[in-house]
């Protein structure tokens, strides 16, 4: 008799029930994604520059229009790890509670993919949140338009995943005691060198640190972003993003997928 | 029909230090049996359910599942099987309700068929007015039972339940028994891991005695304790006790007698005949109280390994 479901039937199950415990933590959800752009965009876009104090970037560009991208790619990629390596980190710990997951009928590697998948989900959902956040408050003129509507797409679907793919590696590798040492040491360092504040292009005075964020996903995100919302201000050539965020989705992904592996097969 | 067969299992930890937790361990589980694995703590039980289960990868040998070999088709053995394992594995973040409804969905179920099975659930296992609790706010008990209640949810064919009643308090402990065996009464083959013989005497039909990683036993409790328990000990109470060890000297069948404060206390062999035998010896001295103790699976471990299995 045959009782192996549908792969895809597993995986409907997978997303219920995340969907159910996103929704019952949904406004923490909305708050934490929306507090840190909210404050930066409140500093540098309204009060520094009433203040008197704003900072004046290279051409015609606002900061305010340097930072909307940047902003959107950083609210992406925290969102995005946390909501994979947060309860991944607890469900592999002590608890083992993925062991009734692990038990579904279904290759191993469904559930990290599903889990990727759904962390995608909230990365670009809280994209979406800080958009208005950050065109909209800023006493500064931001200057977006979408150049390519196809091009966003892939950039907001290639920032989600990749973001998500960091997240479950980070999620197998860390326990859950070393959370805070996983946002001082990977996420924090990420940000401020992930082009969110400054363009790439800006940093060609300061060589080395040019060639060394190169490592960094975010670099291709924001820049990605600027290349798709932020046309004016200068960006990576979009084939250099694309490429790069596939890529090193790709590689996430398989590193993720392996440890997460190895974590539940003895 | 064979439910499970597992045929010399090895499983090898690569250290440091270099670990032996099977070391060649074959059983044939038939279909619809209450099989234990008894054994002490570390002797193997649960690294064999881990391997039968497609938890832990084999060093070697093999397990055949309801008729799939578990390495080479771990999801058509995942979805013949249900698994309560020692640790509480519940879902904290939902309730008891979602636990088993999203459970059922991992097994392919439809929404309304999954919501339907937790609700009927809900209510065998008596834990319908926990339904919106979360795992965490449950008893050991109550939580073991829920466990056992997602593990069946998907109507297995084998159930693995390892060390099942560790932690629980009596009463738990009998009411999830009653749970077992009424699922054995549906059909279900049911492997239990357990280190009280109480629990591998009352509950299971056949059972291996597994130690330092190999099976030293199997059989019936009753066949075990017959050939391996060694001696009958029998308590008496006499209303008049003297002389009454000197009449039973030539008696073939016992072994050893003591004095007691009210009586003797005497060893026997374990033939069926020895106790009719000595009683009628010790009936003219006033015999008021028997008290017979049968070989239990704690002698049998005993006379098998010298140890308690308990140590």
């Not at chain 1, 929306?34 to 009060?47: A, D, G, Q, R, S």
């Not at chain 2, 594995?89 to 969905?105: A, G, K, V």
């Not at chain 2, 068929?113 to 979360?134: K, N, P, Q, S, V």
């Not at chain 2, 020895?274 to 699976?297: C, D």
Request: charged share 15%.
């Amino acid at each position: 008799m045959n009782k192996v479901p549908p792969v895809m039937a597993v995986v409907r199950g997978l997303w219920r029930r995340d969907l159910a415990v996103l929704r019952r933590e949904g406004v923490a959800f909305a708050l934490r994604t929306v507090m840190n752009p909210l404050l930066v965009v409140f500093v540098f876009t309204y009060v520094l520059p009433k203040s008197g104090q704003g900072f004046q970037t290279a051409g015609a560009t606002s900061f305010a229009t340097v930072l909307t991208p940047g902003l959107i790619a950083v609210a992406m990629i925290f969102t995005g790890v946390a909501a994979v390596a947060l309860p991944l980190s607890v469900e592999l710990g002590a608890t083992r509670e993925i062991e009734d997951r692990i038990l579904a009928p279904a290759p191993l590697h469904t559930i990290p993919l599903a889990r990727i998948a759904f962390g995608a989900v909230q990365a670009i959902l809280s994209g979406a949140l800080v958009f208005p956040i950050v065109t909209l408050l800023p006493a500064t003129p931001v200057d977006v338009h979408v150049a390519s509507w196809p091009l966003l797409v892939a950039m907001l679907l290639l920032a989600g995943w990749t973001s998500a793919a960091l997240g479950l590696f980070l999620g197998t590798v860390v326990k859950p005691a070393q959370i805070g040492l996983l946002f001082a040491l990977v996420l924090t360092p990420i940000t401020f060198l992930g082009c969110v504040y400054y363009p790439w292009a800006s940093l060609q005075p300061i060589r080395w640190l040019q060639i060394g964020v190169l490592i960094n996903p975010l670099v291709y995100m924001s820049e990605g972003l600027r290349t798709a919302l932020t046309a004016n201000v200068p960006h990576l050539p979009v084939a250099v993003s694309v490429t790069a965020l596939a890529g090193l989705g790709v590689l996430f992904t398989g590193l993720g997928v392996r440890t997460f592996r190895r974590r539940v097969i003895d | 029909m064979s439910a499970v067969v597992v045929d010399q299992l090895v499983k090898r930890y690569a250290g440091p230090p270099p670990v032996t937790a099977l070391d060649g361990i074959s059983l044939d589980i038939a279909a619809g049996q209450i099989y234990g694995l008894l054994g002490p703590n570390g002797a193997g039980k649960t690294t064999t359910i881990g391997i039968c289960t497609s938890r832990v990868r084999a060093t070697g040998g093999r397990a055949v599942i309801a008729g799939f070999d578990v390495a080479a088709a771990p999801v058509e053995v995942r979805a013949r099987i249900g698994v309560v394992s020692q640790a509480i594995t519940l879902d904290r973040s939902c309730t008891i309700r979602e636990n088993l409804e999203f459970h059922c969905r991992y097994f392919g179920m439809n929404p309304a068929d999954a919501r339907g099975r937790a609700r009927e659930l809900l209510d065998r296992f008596r834990i319908a007015d926990r339904a919106d609790a979360l795992p965490g706010q449950l008893s050991g008990g109550l939580a073991q039972r829920v466990q056992l209640a997602r593990a069946i949810s998907h109507r297995p064919d084998v159930l693995f339940l390892d060390e099942p009643t560790a932690g629980l308090d009596p009463q738990s402990r009998l009411a999830l028994w009653d749970l077992v065996r009424s699922l054995q009464a549906e059909g279900l083959t049911i492997v239990l891991t357990t280190h009280y013989m109480e629990e591998a005497d009352e509950l299971t039909e056949r059972l291996a005695v597994i130690d330092h990683g190999k099976v030293l036993i199997e059989g019936t409790p009753e066949q075990l304790k017959r050939e391996h328990g060694g001696t009958t000990r029998l308590d008496t109470v006499l209303s008049d006790g003297s002389g009454a060890a000197a009449a039973l000297t030539g008696s073939e069948s016992v072994q050893a007698v003591h004095a007691t404060e009210r009586g003797l206390r005497l060893t026997l062999d374990p033939s069926p005949d020895a106790l009719a035998a000595v009683l009628a010896r010790l009936a003219p001295f006033g015999l008021r109280e028997v008290t017979v103790v049968e070989p239990s699976l704690e002698t049998v471990f005993i006379s098998l390994t010298g140890r308690d299995l308990r140590e």
